[in-house]
T-cell receptor
Framework: DAKTTQPPSMDCAEGRAANLPCNHS???????VYWYRQIHSQGPQYIIH???NNETNEMASLIITEDRKSSTLILPHATLRDTAVYYC?????????FGQGTRLTINP | NAGVMQNPRHLVRRRGQEARLRCSPM?????VYWYRQLPEEGLKFMVY????????ESGMPKERFSAEFPKEGPSILRIQQVVRGDSAAYFC??????????????FGPGTRLLVL
């Protein structure tokens, strides 16, 4: 079973920042937080990952709380193409355990 | 760089036939993972392989399913005597090395299997 908790759905207006929360209260010290998304029925797409420091890349930013029990994925300027299911995963072993994720809908 | 490649993208089989799904990892990647996504459900891990070795098959159904990753060529997920419940999207992912905690998996486009 997935060890992370995410809201089942969220809406965001096009052009605004989308902030997707994730709780991972049981994460251990050497486990990373990974974010993937799945657009429609395509293969999951890697977005970003982090251990304890905040991270930023060309797709998104990842803010991890100091106690590492939760994190927030930020899409700074959401577009319609960002509509997808977003998965937050604790990377503790080779296999990824996907939960139900957050279905993010970007509205025009 | 080419990403993870899977073929066929769509596969239709009749009950009782065999299905063979192929996955070519990204260049430089020696680890392959297979996941299955049943209709309207989340992705579930099936098996993790390195070249010529099965490392973790804890998610594989006990019967009819097998996987291999030979020294040369793609990884193969084989389903014998398919049943309607095998209809799903099968995704392959690859990663670079055995680094346990920070090893990004990159996914292919998937194979959609439909069993009639």
């Amino acid at each position: 079973d997935a060890k992370t908790t995410q809201p089942p759905s969220m809406d965001c207006a096009e052009g605004r920042a989308a902030n997707l929360p994730c709780n991972h209260s049981t994460i251990s010290g050497n486990e990373y937080v990974y974010w993937y998304r799945q657009i429609h029925s395509q293969g999951p797409q890697y977005i970003i990952h982090g251990l304890k420091n905040n991270e930023t890349n060309e797709m998104a930013s990842l803010i991890i709380t100091e106690d590492r029990k939760s994190s927030t994925l930020i899409l700074p300027h959401a577009t319609l193409r960002d509509t997808a299911v977003y998965y937050c995963i604790e990377q503790g072993a080779q296999k990824l355990v996907f939960g139900q994720g957050t279905r993010l809908t970007i509205n025009p | 760089n080419a990403g993870v490649m899977q073929n066929p993208r769509h596969l239709v089989r009749r009950r009782g036939q065999e299905a063979r799904l192929r996955c070519s990892p990204m260049k430089g990647h020696s680890h392959v993972y297979w996941y299955r996504q049943l209709p309207e459900e989340g992705l579930k891990f099936m098996v993790y392989l390195q070249k010529e070795n099965i490392i973790d098959e804890s998610g594989m159904p006990k019967e009819r399913f097998s996987a291999e990753f030979p020294k040369e060529g793609p990884s193969i997920l084989r389903i014998q005597q398919v049943v309607r419940g095998d209809s799903a999207a099968y995704f392959c992912a690859s990663s670079r090395s055995i680094g346990q905690f920070e090893e990004t998996q990159y996914f292919g486009p998937g194979t959609r299997l439909l069993v009639l």
